[in-house]
């Protein structure tokens, strides 16, 4: 499970090191916080720009949750924590 674990994390990363320069374009970033395997549920902190943007909810479904999907297709929902 370990192992499962490990690149489920690896997964994740890869896949907020590919939606981070779209982020920081903005003057935003996201931070990974926490990989909840057995609800298969991410939870992610938007950052600067990110916090009180008005489409941030957009941002977090349609790009930060598709692409963690498209690298670690076992997470069904992605949430933000402030």
Avoid: W
């Avoid at 674990?5 to 903005?26: G, M, Y």
């Avoid at 990974?32 to 298969?40: D, P, Q, R």
């Avoid at 720009?49 to 690298?71: D, W």
């Amino acid at each position: 499970m370990e192992v499962a674990n490990h690149e489920l994390r690896a997964n994740v990363e890869k896949a907020l090191e590919e939606i981070r320069p779209f982020l920081r374009n903005d003057g935003g970033d996201i931070s990974l916080v926490e990989i909840n395997a057995e609800e298969n549920m991410v939870k992610v902190q938007l950052e600067g720009a990110c916090v009180g943007c008005s489409v941030n909810q957009m941002t977090l479904k349609s790009g930060v949750e598709m692409t963690i999907k498209k690298y670690a297709p076992q997470i069904e929902k992605v949430i933000n924590v402030n």
